[in-house]
């Protein structure tokens, strides 16, 4: 692969009240990306926008300042337009960023992120297996139609691989777990 590419993750800077009842936590969706990641030599960067109540100009200097090759975000549904926001920033810091966004809305509404014209990929489904085989698939020059689990354009249509199966509970316990 060369250089180590770098994986921008950013959570979306959505506040409603409900979210920090819960106190500030890791976000563990990340982290478990992340590891799958840097297994197969990516560097990933978790930057979690929300809990830091970081804005829109705070994770456009962000960007800027890591440079990365990917930016990943996620969205349920009350955060999706705040995610979006955040793909949209990042084609703007740099075009030739791959924009990636994963989470329970876009999992099911793949089109209406891919409609906004700033969307790459989306990962539908559980995202440690898809998003690691996607970027081995880029980084290697195959084809992304070969990856369960995603949805991109191409031209002006929208393709959808098939799903991907559940992560089961041996490969999870032995990832998180290595004993």
């Known amino acids: 692969m060369g250089r180590r590419k770098k994986v921008l993750f950013i959570t979306p800077p959505y506040h409603c009240g409900v979210?920090?009842?819960?106190?500030?936590?890791?976000?563990?969706?990340?982290?478990?990306?992340?590891?799958?990641?840097?297994?197969?030599?990516?560097?990933p960067v978790i930057y979690d926008a929300m809990t830091k109540r970081h804005g829109f100009q705070?994770?456009?200097?962000r960007i800027v300042e890591e440079s990365p090759d990917y930016v990943a975000t996620t969205a349920i549904t009350s955060t999706a337009f705040d995610a979006y926001e955040i793909l949209r920033i990042a084609k703007d810091v740099n075009p030739g960023i791959i924009t990636l966004i994963g989470g329970v809305h876009p999992t099911f509404m793949f089109s209406e992120?891919?409609?906004?014209?700033?969307?790459?990929?989306?990962?539908?489904?559980?995202?440690?297996?898809?998003?690691?085989?996607?970027?081995?698939t880029i980084e290697g020059g195959g084809m992304p139609s070969d990856v369960r689990g995603i949805a991109f354009k191409h031209g002006h249509r929208i393709i959808t691989t098939p799903p991907r199966c559940f992560i089961n509970g041996h490969w999870l316990r032995h990832s998180i777990h290595p004993y």
């Open 19 to 43: 979210v920090e009842v819960a106190g500030r936590w890791m976000p563990l969706t990340f982290a478990y990306l992340a590891g799958s990641l840097r297994e197969e030599g990516f560097e």
């Open 58 to 61: 705070e994770i456009e200097e």
């Open 113 to 136: 992120a891919l409609h906004i014209g700033y969307c790459d990929y989306v990962i539908r489904g559980e995202g440690e297996l898809t998003l690691r085989d996607l970027l081995l």
